[in-house]
């Protein structure tokens, strides 16, 4: 927008300087010389002159060659009207079109079946392959952990709530003075600010938890730094996505196609880039020494059809005790990560975690988690643009271009991104399945996968039988139970001893 501007955000209706108006579901202001509504007095807008008909039409004959009352504003406010409902059928058309391939590749890409309608079922059991004590450390440990989890969950859902459903956002960001950007971006960071201050000490009684039962290995400095880290990232992210957002509502009638655009490039982008730019912020990482293990990780790398040009070891055991490996980036960027706490584990099971990790790779997991997710935020976008009107009356704020109306945006997302996550997880443990299923037939070894995945969740000490709610909420791999049960059924599928 013109600098000469001032920021729509002024007044809760959006009049500019100009006598400009901004519209309904977040347009851009109308071209100067339109009437504003509501200015309490009956006068015509600022730079048309009193009598002169809109749009340079004749105006109807009263006698004195001037509109009736009030018709010329009715007039520009019915086709504002007319226009904003367009917009909204062209938006709501896209994000049809856009949910329907989305659940389209969903379904017809995803994993559903690990293994072959053929196999064996086998149900998952705890308690035959962990002890009682193990059983009940698992136990005490959710129990410790959930509280402060769920307590963390809901602050943030009614702090979202309260932005989207209240005036909260506009008086919180209502003393921010400055450009418009300005104001936006310390409105992020403002409401970022508020929001991880009410939930700082439930991330220390969380991780006053970790060191009570051995799984963090910090201190209280490193562990501030890496929590401002996060939230620094975070933040900044953030702070792009909605300043992209406000510029685009204030220049362009439908910015939720760029505003749709913009979110895909920037998932695809940014998961492209973490590897290289936001992994080294929180660990250091090394080539994997030369040694029997290297070697024989290269090797099964090189049987799998996987080019691997290294495998990374990350110092995680500055931080905590457990063990872990995963894949991240993709093309360029594609790297396998172990742990260094779990160089210590016997060799056949490092290969076994190893081998997983190549299943994501050669399968390209990675990317397609990210282009699957680059849809759902193209999707968010076009139903932030629709949804934005519904909230202008309990928020206050009457149009997206609004500096203020970024606590509103935030909120949505997340919203958006609470609800979307029992999605995601479904999804991503059918891809960890499928994982196993590869590490299974690459090494043919159920015995030691089992064994794998004891030690994993003994050391981790992973929840063996999570209730529904945080099984929905929180799973993002089958349990320890249903991958051995997985490993069960592969082995009597195959032929093979079974542990």
């Known amino acids: 927008m013109d ?23 977040g347009e851009s202001a109308e071209p100067a010389g339109r009437a504003a509504p509501g200015n309490g007095a009956g006068q015509p807008a600022a730079g048309r002159p009193a ?35 367009m917009l909204r059928r062209q938006a709501g058309a896209a994000f049809a079109v856009l949910g329907a391939v989305l659940v389209g590749v969903v379904a017809f890409t995803t994993p559903w079946q690990a293994l072959p309608s053929s196999a064996p079922a086998v149900t998952p059991d705890p308690a035959r392959d962990f002890t009682a004590a193990q059983l009940a450390r698992s136990q ?47 409105g992020v960071f403002a409401i970022t600010a508020i929001e991880e201050a009410l939930r700082w000490p439930l991330g220390i009684w969380f991780e006053t938890v970790l060191r009570d039962y051995g799984l963090s290995t910090q201190d209280w400095v490193g562990w501030t730094a890496d929590r401002l880290k996060g939230i620094g990232i975070n933040a900044a992210l953030l702070t792009v996505m909605v300043l992209a ?35 080294p912020v929180f660990n250091d990482f090394h080539a994997m020494p030369a040694g029997p293990l290297r070697t024989n990780l290269m090797a099964m790398a090189e049987r799998d059809g996987v080019p691997v040009e290294d495998v990374l070891v990350a110092d995680a055991s500055r931080r905590t005790t457990a063990l872990n490996a995963y894949v991240s ?37 990675v990317l397609y988690g990210t282009l699957v997710g680059a849809m759902g935020t193209a999707l968010g976008a076009i139903m932030l643009f629709l949804g934005f009107r519904l909230l202008r009356r309990r928020t206050g704020i009457a149009s997206i271009t609004d500096p203020r109306a970024v606590g509103v945006i935030m909120g949505l997302m997340t919203l958006a991104t609470f609800l979307s996550g029992p999605v995601q997880n479904m999804l991503s443990r059918t891809v960890e399945a499928r994982a196993d299923v590869h590490a299974l037939d690459l090494t043919r070894d159920p015995v030691t996968f089992a064994a794998m995945q004891k030690r994993l969740a003994s050391t981790n000490i992973s929840d063996l039988s999570p209730d529904a709610v945080e099984y929905v909420l929180y799973a993002s791999h089958p349990t320890t139970p249903q991958r051995i049960a997985l490993a069960r059924s592969w082995a009597e599928l195959n032929g093979v001893p079974g542990p």
């Open 140 to 186: 005490a440990f959710d129990a410790a952990t959930s509280l402060p989890s769920y307590l963390s969950l809901g602050l943030g859902l009614v702090f979202a709530g309260l932005l989207v459903a209240t005036p909260l956002g506009a008086k919180l960001l209502g003393w921010v003075r400055g450009p418009w950007w300005v104001r936006v971006l310390l």
């Open 245 to 279: 957002i406000v510029a685009l509502a204030r220049r362009i009638r439908r910015w939720w196609i760029p505003a749709a655009v913009g979110a895909f490039a920037l998932t695809v982008s940014a998961s492209f880039v973490y590897p290289v730019v936001f992994e």
């Open 51 to 85: 009598g002169q008909a809109p749009e340079g039409g004749a105006a109807p004959g009263n006698g004195a060659g001037r509109p009736p009352e009030g018709q010329g504003r009715g007039v520009a406010e019915a086709g504002d009207e007319r226009r904003a409902t």
């Open 3 to 25: 600098q000469n501007r001032n920021d729509a955000a002024d007044d809760d209706v959006g009049v500019t300087e100009a006598g400009e108006v901004a519209v309904e579901a």
């Open 329 to 365: 980036g993709f093309g360029a960027t594609r790297r396998i990560v172990v742990y260094d706490t779990l160089l210590k584990a016997p060799q056949p099971e490092v290969e076994l975690i190893v081998a997983h990790e190549l299943g994501h790779a050669k399968r390209d997991d």
